[in-house]
């Protein structure tokens, strides 16, 4: 079965420092990988998706994460962390061979000070 | 486009009572629905996948006498947790995909957070 590993519960950075999520995966095949942020309280929203093609995605908010399937990761990077970034960020795999089905990783609590 | 709608986003509701919500696709038709369960300070977890027209399939060990699942049109799932426990509290949030085909992603409503009291 799939699975998603985020190494680190809870990160903090400071404001305006680079930013780098972990991401690994259990899967045979490629795998459709995404990332996911949710602020407290709220629903998820789509950071970035990789189907197939070029390992480095770009994504929304300055975003982007790089597939390397020699290390089964899918990190998430960020150059500049503003303020508004701070919430809880999720990975996630599609079961089985599909992007529909998702198995979420236990998320990284993302901190920033000012 | 693909935007999935929840309602409510909020409920309370006392122990022993039902509580339904309803998942939408507002611009596309979903032939499946996802439905997930996400406790406090928690990841997502997966409770039944809903295909129009059929019965549901419910994940390992989630109750489907307990989460009634229902995906009677092209544009609407609701799920029905029955006889709710304090322990019923959390977040459920569904997700929603249009066609069949393997790299077809499902879109997410914004949840719901039901409170058993």
């Known amino acids: 079965a799939q699975s998603v590993t985020q190494p680190d519960i809870h990160i903090t950075v400071s404001e305006g420092a680079s930013l780098e999520l972990r991401c690994n995966y259990s899967?045979?095949?490629?795998?459709?990988l995404f990332w996911y942020v949710q602020s407290p309280g709220q629903g998820l929203q789509l950071l970035l998706k990789?189907?197939?093609?070029?390992?480095l995605v770009q994504g929304i908010k300055g975003f982007e994460a790089e597939f390397k399937r020699s290390q089964s990761s899918f990190n998430l990077r960020k150059p500049s962390v503003h303020w508004s970034d701070a919430a809880e960020y999720f990975c996630?795999?599609?079961?089985?061979?599909?992007?529909?089905?998702?198995?979420f990783g236990t998320g990284t609590r993302l901190q920033v000070t000012l | 486009g693909a935007v999935v709608s929840q309602h409510p986003s909020r409920v309370i509701c006392k122990s022993g009572t039902s509580v339904k919500i309803e998942c939408r696709s507002l611009?596309?038709?979903?032939?499946?629905m996802f439905w997930y369960r996400q406790f406090p300070k928690q990841s997502l977890m997966l409770m039944a996948t809903?295909?129009?027209?059929?019965?549901?399939?419910?994940e390992q060990g989630v109750e489907k006498d307990k989460f009634l699942i229902n995906h009677a049109s092209l544009t609407l799932s609701t799920l029905t947790v029955t006889s709710a426990h304090p322990e019923d509290s959390s977040f459920y949030i569904c997700?929603?995909?249009?066609?069949?085909?393997?790299?077809?992603?499902?879109?997410f409503g914004q949840g719901t957070r039901l409170t058993v009291v």
């Open positions: 997700s929603a995909r249009e066609a069949a085909g393997g790299n077809t992603e499902a879109f």
């Open positions: 899967y045979g095949a490629t795998p459709y």
């Open positions: 990789y189907f197939s093609g070029d390992t």
């Open positions: 996630a795999v599609g079961r089985t061979g599909t992007a529909s089905k998702l198995t």
């Open positions: 611009d596309f038709q979903a032939t499946t």
């Open positions: 809903s295909n129009e027209g059929s019965k549901a399939t419910y």
